[in-house]
């Protein structure tokens, strides 16, 4: 399955959300940044290496100090997969998504089947199919 290039981004639960609002910006961006690092990953999860996670948030060696605990404690550990810690919303968010995914797949290819089997030797063109259209669907207007 291809990578799912969209990523969900709740803007309302982030305005409300009392943990954010009380991150400094640099703070705000190092949590951005982990999540679409969480949610690019095959498993949903982050290494749990304090090195690496500083470096995935941009924050480097200040990933340890005092000013990153409350983005550190977006993360807790993994208990589906040793070693690595992940954001427990979003990754429920990520397990919704690849089963719509899975399902949105699995019924585009049942409906594929469905659709060569009724124009099979029909001769005729299919309903949705127009002259001269252009690859999006879109019939070029005369000028």
Same mark, same amino acid.
């Given at each position: 399955?291809?990578? @799912? =290039?969209?990523?969900?981004?709740?803007?309302? @639960?982030? %305005?409300?959300?009392?943990?954010?609002?009380?991150?400094?910006?640099?703070?705000? $961006?190092?949590? !951005?940044?982990?999540?679409?690092?969480?949610?690019?990953?095959?498993?949903?999860?982050?290494?749990? @290496?304090?090195?690496?996670?500083?470096? %995935?948030? $941009?924050?480097?060696?200040?990933?340890?100090?005092?000013?990153?605990?409350?983005?550190?404690?977006?993360?807790?550990? *993994?208990? @589906?997969? =040793?070693?690595?810690?992940? +954001?427990?919303?979003? #990754?429920? !968010? /990520?397990?919704?998504?690849? #089963? /719509?995914?899975?399902?949105?797949?699995?019924?585009?290819?049942?409906?594929?089947?469905?659709?060569?089997?009724?124009?099979?030797?029909?001769?005729?063109?299919?309903? +949705?199919?127009?002259? +001269?259209?252009? =690859? +999006?669907? *879109? !019939?070029?207007?005369?000028?």
């Amino acid at each position: 399955m291809a990578k @799912d =290039p969209y990523f969900p981004f709740y803007f309302s @639960d982030w %305005l409300g959300s009392s943990k954010v609002a009380m991150m400094s910006l640099a703070e705000r $961006g190092a949590f !951005i940044h982990l999540l679409a690092h969480q949610w690019s990953s095959p498993t949903c999860s982050l290494p749990a @290496d304090a090195g690496m996670l500083g470096r %995935l948030s $941009g924050f480097g060696e200040e990933w340890l100090s005092d000013g990153c605990r409350l983005v550190r404690g977006c993360f807790t550990e *993994n208990p @589906d997969l =040793p070693g690595t810690v992940r +954001n427990e919303r979003l #990754a429920e !968010i /990520w397990k919704a998504r690849e #089963a /719509w995914r899975s399902k949105s797949v699995s019924g585009g290819k049942k409906s594929a089947q469905f659709r060569k089997a009724s124009t099979k030797g029909s001769g005729k063109r299919q309903p +949705n199919a127009q002259p +001269n259209a252009q =690859p +999006n669907g *879109n !019939i070029p207007l005369p000028l």
